[in-house]
């Protein structure tokens, strides 16, 4: 496949962090590898010296061997004292419902052993040892873990926040004087509401989001009360695929139904009283009176793809409100660099970029900053009720043709009723599109036969009237796929 954009970013995150890199072209059975191509890519796009490059298929074993041999000579081994206090980070963790939770470790200095009293730095709490070993890949247990080493730690710990990811393990009865650097806090950037489908799930929902946040520190979740949906959560996401895999998650492992809302951004709103307020759901926006200006997160989007492309990934950035920044030619390859908001990438970009480009582009990108734009928050109303977990913040120049998209696609969408059902998109108190669901109709004369045209007349009036009580008080039930209806338009 070549130098991705992912592969990129990766590899200059770690060069900045002091790491040394060692490139390594894996998947050399596919009938297409050209691994000599790959080669020059890497030495022209990243600059690493690729020549010396292992070769290696994961798929079919060729060259693991190898591999894992290379790098037992490259990476000097890790430098700790197995007689100091102990210092274990926690790098992952994960509940087991007949062990608790299960703390995936790398000791740096001292040792841990099998019966030891465990101090877990940031709750003051301590647990004794139940268990410890590593992964081979299959769980093996051992005596203990001791300095350079990584493994698995098993105390009893029921509570699922009792050891975070991050945190640093000690000992009682010989602590260290220091917790060890944790994991930079990632903040989610797209948000989405998370319903059950049946009240009843709620307790199991907010349970299973609990065990998944334990080895997942960027999922980030709080309870929402929506007047359309119920009880239910508002969560954050480092992206689209992270809320895909999420959801995916829940509704696998944990056996739950669940609903889910347009995914949407966070947004700085300047108040006329000079206040400055985050706001991650379009129904919690202010009214527009008290709103100075409401700014946008703004990303940097680094895009590599076949030159042959260019046009058309250039036309849908454009499309999506993006400024280029920079365009680099590396051999067969383009590196381009767009500013775009947030707000146009998280709804079908990387769908649209994989769609015009035959699926040869690749995408990274990195928040950059926060700026003003005109942005309104337009609201769907199903017969003239307002639903909240429909609403958008949307730019302005945008909202009368995504308003006029969004009704028709909802109208595919809503099963049709007994009445009609309007569908309006409105910013504000100004209605800006429209549509119609035309109601279900009985034949309510198929008894008359012939007669007098009054007693036709009669029984059709009769009909509105009910259909108009009926329209009083009737719900209108929304699918799921109306709530995503956002997702699937604009241009094809």
């Known amino acids: 496949q070549g130098v991705e954009a992912q592969s990129v970013a990766n590899c200059y995150t770690a060069i900045e962090q002091g790491l040394d890199v060692f490139p390594v072209l894996n998947k050399i059975d596919l009938p297409a590898a050209d691994p000599d191509r790959v080669i020059v890519e890497i030495e022209e796009v990243i600059g690493l010296d690729a ?16 591999l894992l041999e290379y790098l037992i000579k490259h990476i000097p081994a890790p430098q700790g004292d197995r007689d100091a206090p102990l210092q274990a980070l926690i790098i992952d963790s994960w509940f087991d419902s007949y062990l608790g939770v299960v703390s995936l470790v790398r000791v740096m200095q001292g040792t841990l052993k099998r019966k030891d009293k465990m101090l877990v730095m940031s709750t003051g709490r301590s647990h004794t040892v139940d268990g410890v070993g590593i992964f081979t890949p299959k769980r093996q247990a051992k005596d203990f873990l001791t300095a350079g080493e990584v493994g698995y730690v098993i105390a009893g710990i029921k509570d699922i926040y009792g050891a975070p990811v991050g945190d640093t393990l000690t000992t009682a009865h010989h602590p260290c004087n220091e917790p060890l650097e944790g994991f930079k806090e990632i903040q989610p950037r797209v948000f989405a509401g998370l319903f059950p489908v049946t009240s009843d799930d709620y307790e199991g929902l907010r349970d299973a989001l609990q065990k998944l946040k334990l080895n997942d520190a960027a999922l980030f979740f709080e309870p929402e009360i929506s007047q359309a949906l119920g009880f239910g959560f508002r969560c954050g996401f480092l992206g689209m695929l992270h809320m895909e895999i999420v959801q995916e998650r829940l509704e696998r492992e944990y056996d739950l139904d669940l609903i889910t809302t347009a995914p949407t951004v966070i947004f700085e709103v300047l108040t006329t009283k000079g206040e400055t307020i985050k706001v991650d759901n379009p129904a919690a926006l202010p009214e527009r009176s008290t709103i100075e200006e409401i700014r946008e997160p703004i ?38 660099t767009f500013e775009m908001p947030m707000n146009e990438v998280v709804l079908d970009f ?10 040869f582009a690749s995408l990274e990108y990195h928040f950059e900053r926060f700026e003003a734009a005109k942005l309104v928050k337009m609201d769907i109303l199903i017969n003239g009720e307002p639903v909240d977990a429909l609403s958008l913040i949307i730019h302005e120049d945008l909202a009368l043709s995504r308003g006029r998209d969004l009704t028709e696609k909802m109208k595919e969408l809503i099963q049709r009723q007994m009445f009609d059902v309007a569908i309006q998109a409105a910013i504000g108190s100004k209605v800006i599109a429209r549509t119609n669901v035309k109601a279900l109709r009985k034949n309510v004369t198929a008894k008359c ?37 956002v997702l699937h338009i604009g241009k094809d």
């Open 51 to 66: 020549m010396e490059a292992p070769r290696c298929s994961a798929k079919t074993g060729e060259g693991v061997v190898e």
């Open 449 to 485: 036969y012939g007669g007098d045209v009054s007693r036709k007349r009669k029984l059709l009036e009769k009909q509105k009237a009910g259909k108009k009580r009926m329209k009083q008080v009737g719900s209108v039930e929304i699918p799921q796929e109306a709530f995503l209806a």
């Open 350 to 359: 990387f769908d649209r970029l994989k769609s015009v480009s035959r699926g």
């Open 299 to 336: 990303i940097s989007a680094n895009i590599l793809l076949p030159h042959e492309y260019v046009g058309n990934v250039i036309g849908l950035c454009i499309e999506k409100r993006g400024v280029q920044k920079k365009m680099q030619y590396v051999g067969n390859q383009v590196n381009m």
